[in-house]
């Protein structure tokens, strides 16, 4: 059995450094590693880069991260990674990583992802050279995503995204904005790689569950949604279940009681 805590949107700052990291003290009695699904920061600064460093460093189990959309505002992205990775936290891109959590090998690959919707209701790459770009850039990173959780050696397979895979966890959301929420090329991507499990944020007013067209659980652990400090997930071969981890105090919430 794997253990999987799981958060995105932190949107940390200078003004809340520290009251995040106080509600984390129970993680490595519960979990066997953190995944973080972007959004770290509010703007993107190197500075608010930093506090999210302090935040999740030497935590006592793995950290495993992805940028999200507002990790990129400030064009530090590259800089907000760096700070990052020199924290110990493993920061994904369209790569991958194992771990060993009590002898089975976790493999997760992840990376931020991209917009462009879903079945039916998709933007397509035809016309103008900057709608070719826009459907180009998700394509593009679906391949590499669909790559690193392929050549995973691993026994059980994780796939972590900011963006969503499926519109099932955007639910809430106003539908007109689902094009810049996610992409089901995502969902084709880990469909194809026999994923257990699909973690997602970004989606403020979305929803927690949701499963991909080929049945992979996906979950969406943005904070506003799951009202607490991280969700916590067991894998048993390719099942889960939600075990949650308590409330959400502010806008860093923190573990009560597990349930």
């Not at 302090?54 to 992805?66: C, I, K, N, S």
């Not at 994904?92 to 959590?101: F, K, M, R």
């Not at 809430?172 to 973690?199: N, T």
Request: proline share 4%; glycine share 16%; with cysteine.
């Amino acid at each position: 059995m794997i253990r999987v805590a799981a958060v995105g949107d932190l949107h940390v700052g200078p003004e809340v450094a520290g009251t995040y990291r106080d509600r984390l003290g129970a993680l490595p009695d519960q979990a066997d590693v953190l995944l973080v699904a972007g959004d770290l920061t509010r703007h993107g600064t190197v500075e608010e880069g930093r506090v999210a460093a302090a935040e999740l460093r030497d935590l006592g189990l793995p950290v495993v991260a992805v940028l999200g959309n507002h990790d990129y505002h400030s064009d530090a992205q590259e800089e907000i990674a760096g700070v990052l990775r020199d924290a110990g936290i493993t920061v994904l891109e369209g790569t991958g990583t194992v771990l060993d959590c009590q002898g089975t090998r976790l493999g997760v690959a992840g990376g931020k992802g991209f917009g462009g919707g879903f079945a039916g209701r998709c933007a397509s790459d035809f016309g103008e050279p900057e709608m070719k770009a826009f459907v180009g850039h998700t394509k593009e990173f679906a391949a590499r995503l669909g790559g690193a959780l392929l050549e995973l050696d691993a026994d059980v397979r994780i796939a972590l995204t900011h963006y969503s895979p499926v519109e099932d966890t955007l639910a809430g959301e106003p539908p007109e904005i689902f094009p810049f929420l996610g992409s089901y090329l995502m969902a084709e991507a880990i469909d194809a790689a026999g994923v257990a499990l699909a973690v997602h944020g970004h989606a403020h007013m979305g929803t927690e569950k949701g499963e991909t067209p080929g049945g992979v659980r996906v979950r969406n652990v943005a904070l506003p949604v799951i009202k607490q400090a991280y969700a916590l997930y067991r894998l048993d071969g390719v099942e889960d279940a939600g075990l949650g981890a308590g409330d959400l105090a502010g806008t860093a919430g923190g573990p009560r009681n597990a349930r």
